[in-house]
């Protein structure tokens, strides 16, 4: 019998590379884990017993998805050891990382979830496309509502190079652009300011980066398409010449709101129920309303302190809901784990820190 807890992981190298997973391991190990890298193409009972399954397979599930031969053995692996191990905790589940794949649906999970209870939080108005005539398309925008400009997204959130490729379509002549299956969204003027909110279980920290500058009628007029991807958007330091703000809007720019964003937190994981999630949000100019206009599995956590030891806490919380935390393991405390509290923080791109109303 070992003598620790192991979290078993399957993580790309790229990924471990990028979170510099030896600090993760140094961590495990100061806080009483054994951290192990599973080999998914193998049987998992032989490589056993594992307490915990910290991984990220989105790009495994989008193949399975589509038929792949080897994707499906290995989740078909990993679903067969944890029915026959029902007290291991992964994280985060396959059936609700699976949610987020489609855009159209996990929007729609997200309105169903904010509709009735917040009038200062919303997902912009969207509607899938699947047709490429243009007259098709034309006819579903204005059946649904969607009005110029608006932001064009592939259909599914991952698993393939082009899910973050997209484009802000500005008029009628340019909807040859769309390439479905993709969902059109409205777009949200924002001051070209973008929260990306990072959740580890009830701890969640939030970082503002660079975004899309605002478009107005007048540009419906005189721009086509832009072509762009969101995460060179939104990194810390872009410089995109569409995310450089006229004159006359900065002074639009709205303090943004902790206690906002907590209700964002408290609702995003009641819908979702995963404990490593990414958030963005945009303010909406004028209203001061809050846009969620996407939710990510596991994001990249940049700007994010303190990322391991959160998680960690949040396994001991998970270990102890499930009634096998050892009093050995360092710092686990009931009272500590079961807090409901979200700890929080906040990081501008731009100065670090940003007060709060």
Known sequence: MCDKYVIGYWVSERKRQKFNWNDFENVCESEGFQLKMVDVNSSLEKQGPLHVFLHKLTSTQSRAENGDKNAEGILSRLQEYIAKHPDLIVIDPLDNTRNLRNRCKSYEFIQEGIRESFNDIFT???????????????????????????????????????????????????????????????????????????????HFHVVERPSLK??????????????????????????????????????????????????IVKSIKEIFRLTLVGVDVVIENHTGKYAIIDVNVFPGYDGYPNFFEHLIDSIRKLLVEQGVCRQSLKGCTLKKCQSDDLDSGFESDEKRKCSMK
């Not at 959130?157 to 484009?167: C, L, P, Q």
């Not at 872009?238 to 943004?256: A, R």
């Open 124 to 202: 912009p108005n969207f509607v899938e496309i699947k047709s490429r005539n243009v007259h098709e398309i034309s006819s579903t925008l204005k059946k649904h509502g969607i009005k110029y400009p608006f932001v064009c997204k592939p259909l599914i959130a991952y698993g393939f190079s082009d899910a973050h490729k997209m484009m802000i379509i500005f008029n009628e002549k340019d909807l040859k652009d769309c390439q479905p299956p993709c969902v059109a969204q409205d777009f949200v003027n924002h001051n070209a300011i973008l929260y990306k909110v990072f959740i580890v279980g009830e």
């Open 214 to 263: 605002n478009f107005y009628q007048e540009d419906c007029n005189s721009l086509s398409t832009i072509f762009f991807d969101s995460h060179d958007i939104s990194k810390s330091g872009s410089k995109s010449k569409w995310s450089i703000l006229s004159e006359e809007d900065i002074p639009l720019t709205m303090k943004p709101n902790y206690q906002v964003f907590q209700t």
